[in-house]
Every structure is written in C-alpha cells, then in structure tokens.
Nanobody, 129 residues
C-alpha cells in the first residue's frame, strides 16, 4: 500500500534540534511536490513548507525561516525536515504530504501544499524544558 511514514519526533529542550524523516512506501518522492505541515492542540493546521518546483525551490512559513530546512535523502523515497533553534511554539504534530508533479490539481500557496494525494500519520514534536 502506498503511504508516507514520518519519524524522528520527540521531546527536546528549547534551542535544540531535531531531524524529521518522511519515508514513502511503494513509491519514490523524486517527482512529487512535497509539503510539511504541523498542527498544535487547539490550533489549525499550518503549512511549514512547500517544495513544488523542479529546481527544488522551497517556500517556508515565516515562523520557521532560517531555522528549518528541507532536504532529500540519498534514497529517493525519503525526505527530511531539519529543525534547529526550536522553541515551545514549535510543539505540534508534524506530518508530510506529497502530490505527483505530473498531476495538475496541486499547488503551493506559500508554504502550504494543496491537492496532495498522500500524507502520513505524523510525528509528535514537543519542545519543553
């Protein structure tokens, strides 16, 4: 079954770092638009970043610019979200999403990917001292 699985979340102190992974099962991510989202308790889902173009350019939410970085792994079915200088405001359930670039029903609205076909169950990130 085609699916995305996130991992790498956990408890970290303010100022710390985490690297989240998103692994595709049943397909590779090299021809997909990618989105990372987060949702904190009682808050709406927020787009963290959207990578939709062939050149790999990425739109980040203002709240994470300069701290979070998207990257691809050597394995074509894995992508990463490197998160540095974490603050308690970054506490949320983080999940990735993907849309085939060849389909025309997706788009990036700034850091938010719309029209994705696949998403994972999420990995919890808690930033606390």
């Amino acid at each position: 079954q085609d699916q995305l699985v996130e991992s790498g979340g956990g408890l970290v102190q303010p100022g710390g770092s985490l690297r989240l992974s998103c692994t595709a099962s049943g397909f590779t991510l090299d021809y997909y638009a990618i989105g990372w989202f987060r949702q904190a308790p009682g808050k709406e889902r927020q787009g963290v970043l959207c990578m939709g173009s062939g050149d790999g350019s990425t739109d980040y939410a203002d709240s994470v610019k300069g701290r979070f970085t998207f990257s691809r792994g050597n394995a074509k079915n894995t992508i990463y979200l490197q998160m540095n200088s974490l603050t308690p405001e970054d506490t949320a359930l983080y999940y990735c999403a993907a849309a085939p670039i060849s389909r025309r029903n997706w788009f990036c609205e700034g850091p938010t990917l719309h029209g994705f076909d696949y998403w994972g169950q999420g990995t919890q990130v808690t930033v606390s001292s």
